[in-house]
C-alpha cells in the first residue's frame, strides 16, 4: 500500500510539472485500435467570388494521409521490502518523482521533435544570439508572428529552452506568470500576447511558436497504466507505468522553428 499511495501520487504530480507535450498539442483520447490514421494539410485556398446561379468551386487544401502505430513508453519503479517496512520515505517518494519526470520529458521531447521536425516553416534566422549585444528578441518574435499571421494562423503558444527564457524574463516587455495555485513549473510567463514555456527538452538557442488550436494533436490510446509486480524469491516489490500515444503534426503552415544564430 505504502508503494501505490506515494509512488503513484508523486508520480503524477511530476509527470505534470515537466510535460509539456500536452500544452504543445491539444490532447486527443482513442479508446480503440491498435493504430491511427493522421491527415496532414496543406494552405487553405482564398475564398472566390461566384457569379449567381454559377457552381461554387471546391476549394480545399491538399491532404496526405497515413497511418501511425501508437507508441509505447514505461517506466519501472522497484522497493526493496526493507525500504517499506523501514519507512525510507524519501528514497520511495524520490525514485516516484524520476518515473514522473522521465515519463513527461520522454513525451515532451517526442511532441517537440516532431514539431520543430515537421514545422512548414523552417529554421526561420533571427537576429543573433538572444541577450547578445546585436539580437533583437522582440523583433524576432514580431516577425514570427507575422509569418503564421500570413498564413492565417494566430500563434499562442512559444516554447524555448531555459537559457532563453532566462533572456526574456529580463526584458521590460516579459509578463512573469503568477506562481500561485497549480501552475505547472513550465508555464512562466507570456510576451506579445505568447504564451511562454520552458523546458530542457527544448533545443538550446531555438524556439518554437506555434497556433496550438491547429498545428497538431497529441493522440493517447492509454493514459498511465499502473501494474504491480513483486518478486518472492529477491523480497522486492514494484510498479511499471506505461502511456500509449502518437503525436502528429496536422497543419505545419501553424508553426514556426526559429533558428539562425551561431
Request: glycine fraction near 8%.
Amino acid at each position: 500500500m505504502l508503494i501505490d499511495e506515494v509512488v503513484y501520487e508523486q508520480l503524477i504530480e511530476y509527470m505534470a510539472n515537466v510535460d509539456v507535450s500536452r500544452r504543445i498539442f491539444p490532447v486527443e483520447f482513442r479508446n480503440e485500435g491498435d493504430s491511427i490514421k493522421i491527415v496532414k494539410e496543406g494552405a487553405w485556398p482564398d475564398a472566390t467570388e461566384i457569379q449567381q446561379s454559377s457552381e461554387v468551386p471546391i476549394v480545399q487544401p491538399d491532404y496526405v494521409e497515413w497511418t501511425e502505430i501508437y507508441k509505447k513508453i514505461g517506466y519501472r519503479v522497484q522497493i526493496t521490502h526493507e525500504m517499506i517496512t523501514d519507512q525510507r520515505w524519501d528514497m520511495v517518494r524520490r525514485a516516484a518523482r524520476m518515473a514522473g519526470q522521465q515519463l513527461g520529458l520522454k513525451m515532451s521531447i517526442d511532441v517537440l521533435k516532431e514539431a520543430w521536425g515537421t514545422a512548414g516553416i523552417q529554421t526561420h534566422a533571427v537576429s543573433g544570439h538572444w541577450g547578445g549585444a546585436y539580437a533583437d528578441e522582440i523583433g524576432d518574435i514580431a516577425d514570427s508572428i507575422g509569418l503564421l499571421t500570413t498564413k492565417n494562423y494566430y500563434p499562442d503558444i512559444l516554447v524555448v529552452h531555459p537559457k532563453q527564457y532566462a533572456q526574456l524574463a529580463a526584458m521590460d516587455e516579459f509578463i512573469h506568470k503568477d506562481k500561485g495555485g497549480d501552475i505547472a513549473r513550465y508555464e512562466v510567463g507570456s510576451i506579445m500576447g505568447l504564451e511562454v514555456i520552458t523546458t530542457p527538452m527544448m533545443s538550446e538557442n531555438n524556439f518554437l511558436m506555434l497556433d496550438r488550436e491547429n498545428a497538431g494533436a497529441l493522440f493517447i490510446r492509454e493514459d498511465l497504466r499502473r501494474a504491480n509486480y513483486t518478486e518472492v524469491t529477491r523480497d522486492l516489490e514494484g510498479q511499471v507505468f506505461f502511456i500509449r500515444y502518437r503525436e502528429a503534426v496536422i497543419a505545419p503552415s501553424a508553426i514556426v522553428f526559429g533558428s539562425g544564430w551561431n
